[in-house]
């Protein structure tokens, strides 16, 4: 079954403390996105990654780090959280080309307080 | 990265149509997608049209694309209570590998009983 996973599904942290949240999926997918979603502003694209040692940044990547290392995995950092980056996260995976869709995870709920 | 409108919301009654209109930018755009969001979910793909298509359906789903207006809209016969949800439209692009895609806002779907 095609996946994409999430860790942690909820967080609350403080202000400057450092955090990861792990993407990971199943499909052998090139392409990896990381979004945050705000009340009244739909999806913002903050990194991708078109496949392995290759990430670019998206809409809103201020205050964001991600690494690409392994095909499979995609993990968000925040090296110094505020509390402005308290939404709701989600990464996704496709093929590159085509009609092929974005694959959502399930989204990280992130507070920081 | 390009604006993609759509209303905040819509309020239908059960078995009546439901119509979501979404508004882009880009007319490079490859693909338009429409994607569906229940309370607590990810995003999950319900359709999507090809540029240079006019129409598409798919059971009681109907796309329907102006390219010269860049207007994409969403027809939901016969619409359910579980057709609740929050409806996204994206939009992509690609070029020379590079894949985007832009999300809109979001319309929030209310089936009334």
Known sequence: EAQVTQNPR???TVTGKKLTVTCSQN????YMSWYRQDPGLGLRQIYYSMNVEVTDKGDVPEGYKVSRKEKRNFPLILESPSPNQTSLYFCAASKRGGSETQYFGPGTRLLVL | GEDVEQSLFLSVREGDSSVINCTYTDSSSTYLYWYKQEPGAGLQLLTYIFSNMDMKQDQRLTVLLN???KHLSLRIADTQTGD???YFCAEREESGGYQKVTFGTGTKLQVIP
Request: no cysteine; charged share 30%; proline share 0%.
């Open chain 2, 67 to 69: 390219k010269k207006d």
């Open chain 2, 84 to 86: 609740s949800a929050i």
């Open chain 1, 10 to 12: 909820y967080l609350i």
């Open chain 1, 27 to 30: 499909m052998n997918h090139e």
